[in-house]
């Protein structure tokens, strides 16, 4: 699980996810190479893909927010 503000974010092992982002998504996650993801959002009439990367210590899950197009951190729980 990942933290943002009051945004949270869950990735299973099959690399199904939920999130909820002031709104509740599913979607998946796919691997990019050595700490880099893809991150695929379904949240009802909106989808979309954002990609994101994870820190060396595994600890923070950089993003760019789509909503702001600022990079926003997401906590490792």
Known sequence: MAENG??????????????????????????QGKRAYRFEFDCGITKYSVDGTLSADGKNLTMKDPSTDQNAVWNRK
Request: charged share 25%.
């Open 6 to 31: 009051s945004r949270t974010m869950t990735v299973r092992d099959d690399g199904s996810l939920s999130a909820s982002v002031g709104k509740s998504c599913t979607g998946a996650t796919k691997s």
